[in-house]
């Protein structure tokens, strides 16, 4: 008696047919979601868990200014203050900013390359779920009686042992921030695996599109530079176990070291990806092919390989680091940044604008990141940093690089790709109100920050005292601060509007460059198939190219060299 | 890049981008050496470059072993489970240096069931 | 030459073999023994083990517990120690207690028995739950094993009396500690519950009786029953055959599996051996119950991280999360902060485990004979509830260590207690649904595999799209999708006739299903597979057969 395999039967699979009240179960659904292998889940799951914590760590930041907006404040307590912002900050650069760049990459890399799927599909899960379990630890330190980590997100030691740092908060930071790391160690090792050795036929390296050489660059920067925060963690745990190593001097600086060497270029992982982002966004809505592409692939290299010797310029006030030296490659660092600036601008000038919400957010980065690029630069001076290292100068800095620069960057990601992740379109409008509460809010926050760093407001501080001065420009910074408030409220009544009314998108709602826009909204588990397939790769823009053999293409005008843009 | 790409820059692009990367990290790091950094700084970058070198020759040799560009792909789509049971096995070890070691007797379960689950789908020959 | 004289000798042993047999024959059923026997069919699955393992952790207890009676004197009168463990010498010790020491460190071998026997005891408890876990998953407690099932329950019940009884022996600290709880929820219950611990402890506590009517319990009474129950437990699996898993030539009305003898003989015999090996590695190499320790026990004296061994501690678990809570009743108070969590709570987990053959049954109307294993995922709902079950059991054993996670976690206790009381009522309706939506997934995957078969992981490019080259499933992964108990359909006339309750759990338990997609011939040898024994195995043949008989 055999159950010999019958022909299957043409007819389309039917829903499940109960004995009683039926509703149709889908396989796998959200088991299948926590335990796939499709590199657009998990992209999604890296992306969706980042803006959870993202929300998380920004209602942190608006505790903070609300009890800044005042002198003499004190809301929380000087222990929880230290817990808010060494939180706000480590959730910010490990479980936000930086996943949501390589999941960003897990997601679309395979996609402009014409690849079906990400090179290690598990070990790309596997790196999710690090990063996901280890945000999890690094929060649960708030459930413990002594709190969360407290020394900061960098953590210098001797205050982040065990004597200055008792309880289980920081022990729970180190082994959360340890696994995230190596999560994020997999999930870049794999998308820059993919991006060199899973290109499609056709897909040379110079055809690949400005988003993926910025994943390449940044994920050369997360091999190279990640692994020496392990090493610093695991000094970390070692000065647990036993305080008396950090009684040396060549320990804490060697510390300090070891964590600036990761430091230093995780703030460009947490750059390039934003910035790729926003040179394709440019190019689209400018209608053309991105300006300068070999010039800026080629400065996105050495961008990536000088910034890994620049680290000394966050440890000048210590007066144990060659200055000169991290000075001067830190200027440097001018160079191949302004041929990509020069290269974003020149794509908008010779472009024909369209000025949908994604361009929106880009343009708005061109001139903020300047302004925390230059500020940058005016903190590679020892001179100037002297005065100004760890005062709110440094915290107006970092902000308008990583929130004014790079969330920006963000969200026109976000704008711009939703589309072609959900299959939904997002509401223009409410866009719009996203898009002008965010710069009123970021700039009304961060701008008056240079002012209370230049007058000596240090940072890291529960309070400070009426006398100081300092009331005016913490008030305005607490009402930009309620801007922004606003805007991600906005931003979460959009998200849930476009799921709500579920508007369709085409696979090309924008006319896009690159290959993703060829392929469905949202992709197929292997993202081409026979009815939407890999167009032919003539460029690292093929689908302008096809629009242009097709005359469909309008071309804004021809550029001062004669060249049709 | 205007006028015509040198041959040897055609032919063997990797190779060129791999030696221009060493070479401009020779530089700095001389510089450095001249600026006189402590030995840790020196050391640090030697092993992110040893690192980097690794990654480059992975990649190198994988580029002579098969084409450059594909149509064929492995893709495996199974075993999602047991990596979801590994990382929670590793988080709850991970834990074990917060909060002792019996938590070994929580992560060691978690990992046991996760590798039979890899043996067995490993000895029914699926992917 | 050399052949002829080795058959002639094979002759002349088989001669004297048969004559050998020829003479026990007359005297025992040795025949018919064989006969039934020999080459009796047991199915082979790694899972059909677990009974063994309690089977065998049992016999090693009662070879070492029987060593271990030349030695124990079950004496409550306390002297002065002076024994071989200096730190105790001159205290105040039961002679219990001193023969348990003098057992651990002057009798050869003394304390390696010991701890391979209290080893034992742990793996025992917990190989009869494993075992009781796997017979509610696989649906083998259905008819005709319901009878099987209740004296399985009962064998679990009376390992933890026996285990309690066992460690209770020494007469020291922590176990007295648990004696005294056991005696305060014997007081609780209300009106006779003074009366039964007079009784049971032959006045107030402690006394000097316990440990003498604990040790003959242990002893005598309730491995007596305990050997009693296993034989009839036994002889219901071969009399009533072993489950099996479906697969090819196997069905409702077979067995298929290796023969007793040699195959099923070897294996159990190797499995008694690694059982007995293992445990014998746990006694030598872990150390378990070290009494010296703790002391003898005092009325008066009692420590925090005093937690009963691991198959009470759900007892103990309900205890420590039950609020206070007494009333005064006609003078008499009634504590029933230690009634509910001791008595009623243990009673109503046995109660829904003796009954849980006849509820399904009730609800499902699946009245029929069932030989063959159930996957799990194809009951979503009865695989959901036993996680349920099971999640209620670690939460109460968890919770009976909420001191030790409180201090390992510097949480306060008071914060330990309420997360395990809210734990106690959303773990298991969360672990019921995520169970349920697990198996439900799983089945709807191996739909989709049936009919698309499993993927390679071989991507082609294909005109410009990408394909992935699919295998189909192999015969034997087909047959276990494919075969699965269907549920009895209820007709019109029985749903008009049941009462409302028993219509909505049937939709509730039957609720979500996913079908393969059969093919009408599929369908038919799927039912022939199922049908049980009592039916005939085509419709009609039984009037068939009347009809050809007359």
């Known amino acids: 008696m055999t159950l010999a395999p019958d022909p299957p039967a043409d007819s389309p699979p039917q829903a499940a047919q109960p004995t009683g009240a039926s509703r149709p179960v889908r396989p796998a659904s959200w088991l299948g979601w926590l335990t796939t292998t499709d590199h657009k889940r998990v992209g999604l799951l890296t992306m969706a868990t980042a803006m959870v914590l993202f929300f998380l760590m920004g209602v942190l930041a608006l505790l903070m200014r609300s009890q800044l907006a005042q002198p003499g404040q004190n809301f929380f307590g000087s222990s929880m203050y230290n817990q808010m912002f060494s939180i706000h900050g480590s ?32 070990a790309t899960l596997f790196g999710y779920w690090l ?70 036929r056709g897909m040379t390296m110079l055809r690949m599109p400005v988003f993926t050489w910025s994943m390449i660059a940044a994920t050369l920067m997360v091999i190279g530079a990640f692994p020496s925060l392990l090493a610093a963690l695991v000094m970390l745990a070692v000065g647990r176990a036993d305080p008396t190593v950090f009684d040396s001097n060549a320990w804490n600086i060697g510390y300090q070291h070891l964590f600036w060497f990761y430091g230093h270029p995780v703030v460009y992982v947490m750059f390039f990806p934003y910035l790729g982002a926003v040179g394709e966004v440019l190019a689209v809505f400018s209608r053309r092919r991105f300006f300068g592409y070999k010039g800026t692939v080629i400065s996105l290299l050495v961008f990536a390989a000088l910034s890994m010797s620049v680290w000394g310029h966050h440890m000048f006030a210590t007066g144990q680091a060659t200055n000169d030296y991290y000075s001067l490659t830190s200027i440097a660092l001018l160079v191949p940044a302004g041929i990509e600036y020069f290269a974003l601008v020149g794509t908008v ?59 920006f960057g963000l969200f026109a990601a976000l704008y711009f790709w939703f589309p072609k992740v959900t299959g939904l379109m997002l509401d223009e409008r409410l866009g719009r109100v996203h898009f002008t509460l965010m710069v009123i809010g970021t700039n009304l926050t961060f701008l008056p920050m240079f002012g209370l760093g230049y007058l000596g407001m240090p940072r890291r501080v529960a309070t400070y005292p009426e006398w100081a001065g300092f009331g005016l420009l913490n008030l305005l910074a607490s009402i930009g601060a309620g801007f922004l408030a606003a805007a991600m409220i906005a931003f979460a009544l959009n998200l849930q509007q476009a799921f709500r009314r579920r508007v369709p998108a085409p696979a090309d709602p924008w006319q896009g460059n690159s290959l993703e826009w060829a392929a469905p909204s949202p992709p197929p588990r292997y993202n081409f198939t026979t009815t939407h397939p890999l167009p032919p790769l003539t460029s690292n823009a093929p689908l302008l190219d096809a629009r242009m053999r097709q005359g469909r293409h309008r071309a804004p005008h021809r550029t001062p060299n004669g060249e049709r843009a | 890049m205007s006028g015509p790409v040198p041959r040897w820059l055609r032919r063997h692009p990797g190779a060129v981008v791999v030696g221009g990367w060493a070479c401009l990290n020779a530089v700095l790091l001389g510089v450095l050496t001249a600026y006189g950094e402590s030995e840790l700084a020196l050391l640090l970058w030697a ?81 | 030459m050399l052949l002829l004289r080795r058959k002639a000798r094979q002759a002349r ?98 304390q390696l028995i010991r701890q391979i026997h209290h080893w034992g005891a742990l793996v025992f408890v917990a190989a009869i739950g494993i075992h009781l876990l796997r017979i509610f998953f696989t649906g083998a407690f259905r008819r005709p094993r319901e009878v099987n099932w209740i004296i399985g329950v009962t064998l679990f019940g009376l390992s933890l009396l026996e285990g309690f009884a066992g460690y209770s022996l020494p007469d020291d600290l922590l176990s007295g500690t648990g004696l005294r709880t056991f005696q305060g929820i014997m007081v609780s219950i209300p009106i006779v519950g003074t009366y039964v611990s007079f009784f049971v402890f032959g006045g107030q506590f402690p006394g000097h009786e316990i440990v003498p009517r604990l040790f003959i319990s242990h002893v005598l009474f309730i491995p007596g029953l305990l050997i009693a129950l296993i034989t009839v437990h036994l002889f219901l699996v071969v009399y009533l055959k072993h489950t099996q898993w479906p697969g090819k030539g196997r069905t409702n009305r077979n067995v298929v599996g290796k023969p007793m003898v040699p195959q099923y003989t070897a294996k159990s015999i190797g499995l008694f051996l690694a059982v007995f ?52 009743l006609w003078g008499h108070t009634v504590v029933w902060d230690a009634f509910i969590p001791g008595v009623v709570i243990p009673s109503l987990l046995l109660l829904v485990l003796y009954a849980y053959p006849f509820l399904e049954r009730w609800v499902t109307g699946n009245w029929k004979e069932h030989h063959l294993c159930d996957r799990p995922r194809d009951q979503p709902t009865r695989t959901g509830l036993g996680v349920a079950g099971v999640t209620t059991y670690a939460v109460l054993l968890g919770a009976g260590g909420q001191d030790v996670l409180s201090v390992l976690f510097t949480w306060p206790i008071e914060s330990m207690t309420w997360i395990f009381r809210g734990a106690f009522f959303l773990a298991p309706p969360l672990a019921f649904w995520l169970t349920r939506r697990v198996c439900l997934g799983l089945q709807a995957q191996d739909r989709v595999r049936l009919r698309a078969g499993d993927g390679t992981g071989e991507v082609e490019q294909v005109a410009g799209g990408y394909q992935e080259a699919r295998t189909p499933l192999a015969g034997a992964e087909q047959h276990t999708i494919l075969v699965k108990d269907v549920p009895p359909r209820l007709t019109a006339d029985e749903a008009r006739r049941t009462g409302a309750l028993r219509r909505r759990l049937y939709f509730w338990y039957y609720g979500e299903r996913v079908e393969p997609d059969r093919t009408p011939k599929q369908r038919r040898v799927v039912k022939k597979i199922l049908t049980p024994p009592e039916e005939p195995e085509e419709p009609g043949a039984k009037e068939k057969q009347q009809a050809g008989g007359k």
Request: glycine share 10%; net charge positive.
């Open chain 3, 277 to 328: 090996g293992v445990l014998t590695l746990l006694a030598a190499t872990l150390q378990i119950n070290p009494i010296w320790t703790y002391g003898p026990y005092r009325a008066d004296q009692a420590s925090i991280n005093s937690q009963p061994d691991w198959y009470v501690g759900f007892i103990e678990g309900s205890l420590r999360l039950m609020p206070q809570a007494e009333t005064r």
């Open chain 1, 349 to 407: 000038l010779g472009g024909r604008l369209v000025f949908r919400t994604p361009m929106l957010f880009a343009l708005a980065f061109i001139p903020q990141f300047l302004i925390g690029g230059l500020t940058g630069i005016m903190v590679g001076t020892p001179a100037l940093d002297y005065h100004v290292t760890d005062s709110y100068f440094i915290v107006a800095h970092l902000h308008y690089v990583l929130f004014a620069g790079s969330a």
């Open chain 1, 91 to 122: 959730g910010m650069i490990y479980m936000v900013m930086t996943p949501f760049a390589i999941g960003l990459g897990v997601y679309l890399v395979p996609l402009q390359i014409g690849a079906p799927a990400v090179a290690m599909p598990r």
């Open chain 1, 131 to 200: 990063y996901a379990l280890g945000a999890v630890l690094m929060l649960s330190g708030f459930a413990m009686p002594t709190g969360a980590h407290a020394d900061g997100w960098f953590s210098y030691p001797p205050m982040a042992s065990s004597t200055y740092s008792p309880g289980d908060g920081t022990p729970l930071w180190i082994v959360g921030v340890f696994m995230a790391t190596v999560g994020a160690l997999l999930m870049g090792w794999a998308v820059l695996w993919t991006a060199l050795r899973k290109r499609a």
């Open chain 3, 13 to 110: 042993r088989r001669e004297r073999a048969l004559g050998a047999s020829r003479v026990l024959d007359r005297r025992l059923p040795l025949m018919e023994a064989g006969k039934e026997l020999l080459r009796k069919a047991f199915p082979d699955h790694w899972s059909f083990l677990l009974g063994e393992i309690a089977l065998y952790s049992f016999l090693v207890l009662v070879l070492t517990g029987s060593y271990l009676t030349f030695f124990f004197h079950p004496d409550m009168a306390e002297e002065p120690y002076h024994g071989a463990y200096i730190p105790l010498r001159g205290v105040n010790a039961s002679e219990a207690y001193a023969s348990v020491l003098r057992i651990s460190f002057e009798i050869r071998g003394g």
């Open chain 2, 47 to 127: 092993d992110a470059f040893l690192v980097l070198v690794l990654a480059c020759c992975a990649v190198l040799v994988s580029c002579s072993r098969g084409p450059l560009e594909l149509t064929r792909y492995r893709v495996p789509s199974t075993g999602g489970a047991v990596v979801l049971l590994t990382a929670c096995g590793l988080a709850v070890g991970g834990l074990m240096f917060v909060f002792g070691s019996w938590l070994a007797a929580l992560a060691g379960p978690l990992l046991l069931v996760a590798a039979v689950l890899a043996l067995r789908r490993r000895s029914r020959g699926s992917v």
